[in-house]
């Protein structure tokens, strides 16, 4: 029998199985044999926790960009038309409970804690049971844990996020309404793929036989293989561009559809982008009324014109200082968040405080992002899966960009703050936009992670990694 559990007992679970080889699918470096062995595992967890994934109604997201807003869409949506609602995301901005959120509120920490110790009793007597699974990870026992608390809180409809790729992500044990996939984008390349295809085609992996699946407009080599994958599973899909579209700007933009024509429709995250997460949501939406999930059309009005994401081209003002917070971290989304940039600040370029993961492309990423920049101020997360700021310094000088390194986000962030009177753009991930936040006051971080985090995985001198 294990002790009742506090918040910082189930961080130290957390963090007892985390590894960069396991932190999101079973084995990203493996091959299909061992990540379909993680599914496996994934569900003999779950079978012992009493299989809450089925209890819900789900949707299920995947994609490159565009999930984190059109999972917010569709939650807050459904949560106007009198839902409860559970949305699992990841990563987090400041802390691990943001993952897990209710009703548009993060799992409180006791509640988090319980339902921690809940899936480590499951998943120990799992691991000596059937040792030849292999243990879980970290990524899996979240997701167990948030499919635990969406049954226990007897939600309604659960949004549930890809956390990487679709096909072997350990969300990919579900029967869901919906399925849907966002803009595609080239990532995570040593893992899913190095072309749009291959991407598309783990993306597609969530697809299932009588299911809708609502897709974002694709680029021609990923909307031949989404295609082709419903068709193949028997997954009616509802293609952005083809099935339905729109017009206008995210202030007033009508959405067409086999819905009908909406106009005069706001979003409450800026940016052109947004409109078409927006309508990804409106389509999967009005697809829910096949398996008893009414959602009116005002409920869906209201839904995304309250809709609001902190670190997703989040605009404050600090003193006289404009600042912007996004966790842009591929190239469309930094094409993105220059159009988003374009239409807030028109040509005035940005002090850029950058950060960004050791898989993520930084020339092409930075090659998009140059018409914006003015100056930039390269730095890291406090993750051990952040780049050295010398290579995204050594990538900018390139490209003949401005740059400076700092070896955390406060300083690059203070630095931005005191080199000139331009706005600030902090971005290249939700982590290096969470830590922005925290730099200039705007959240408190987690000091119980950190402490943890800096006991297991000391800093050097030099604030990098041991």
């Not at 007992?9 to 932190?23: D, I, K, P, T, V």
């Not at 939600?155 to 072997?168: D, N, P, S």
Request: with cysteine.
């Amino acid at each position: 029998m294990i002790e009742s559990w506090d918040y910082e007992r189930a961080l130290e679970e957390l963090w007892r199985r985390s590894s960069y080889e396991r932190g999101l699918i079973s084995d990203p470096f493996g091959d299909t044999e061992r990540a379909e062995r993680g599914l496996l595992r994934m569900r003999a967890l779950l079978e012992r926790l009493g299989n809450p994934h089925l209890q819900p109604r789900t949707v299920h997201v995947a994609g490159s960009k565009g999930k984190g807003s059109t999972s917010t869409f569709i939650a807050g949506a459904a949560r106007k038309a009198g839902y409860r609602v559970g949305l699992y995301t990841s990563p987090h901005l400041h802390r691990f409970p943001e993952r897990i959120a209710i009703d548009g509120h993060p799992l409180p920490d006791d509640e988090f804690a319980a339902v921690a110790r809940h899936a480590a009793v499951a998943a120990a007597a799992l691991e000596v049971e059937l040792p030849e699974l292999g243990t879980v990870s970290t990524f899996e026992f979240v997701t167990a844990m948030a499919f635990a608390a969406f049954a226990r809180a007897e939600c309604h409809l659960a949004v549930i996020e890809v956390g990487l790729g679709g096909r072997y992500d350990a969300t990919n044990v579900l029967s869901p309404a919906a399925t849907v996939v966002t803009r595609l984008d080239l990532e995570h390349t040593a893992v899913l793929g190095p072309t749009l295809a291959d991407i598309a085609f783990q993306k597609a992996g969530i697809f299932q036989r009588g299911v809708p699946a609502i897709s974002a407009p694709q680029g021609a080599e990923a909307e031949a293989t989404l295609i082709r994958e419903a068709e193949r599973v028997g997954a009616p899909l509802l293609l952005g561009g083809r099935d339905w579209t729109w017009s206008g700007t995210w202030q007033s933009f009508t959405a067409n559809g086999p819905w009908g024509d909406w106009p005069d429709l706001h979003v409450g995250m800026p940016g052109p982008h947004q409109v078409e997460n927006a309508c990804v949501a409106i389509a999967t939406l009005t697809a829910l009324d096949r398996c008893g999930i009414a959602i009116p059309e005002q409920a869906i009005r209201a839904g995304l014109a309250a809709a609001r994401s902190p670190g997703r081209f989040e605009l404050v003002a600090i003193d006289d200082r404009r600042v912007v917070f996004d966790g842009a971290h591929t190239p469309a989304a930094a094409a993105a968040l220059v159009a988003a940039w374009r239409d807030e600040f028109g040509e005035r370029r940005a002090a850029v405080v950058l950060g960004m993961g050791a898989d993520k492309p930084i020339a092409p990423f930075l090659e998009r992002l140059r018409p914006i920049v003015g100056r930039l101020l390269a730095t890291r997360s406090d993750s051990p899966r952040a780049v050295d700021p010398a290579r995204i310094a050594a990538a900018a000088t390139a490209l003949d960009l401005p740059v400076a390194a700092f070896a955390t986000v406060t300083e690059a962030t203070e630095a931005a703050i005191e080199g000139g009177r331009e706005p600030i753009l902090i971005t290249g991930s939700l982590f290096v936009a969470g830590e922005g936040r925290e730099a200039l006051g705007l959240a408190a971080p987690d000091m119980v992670w950190r402490r943890i985090n800096e006991a297991h995985f000391p800093r050097t001198d030099a604030g990098k990694r041991a």
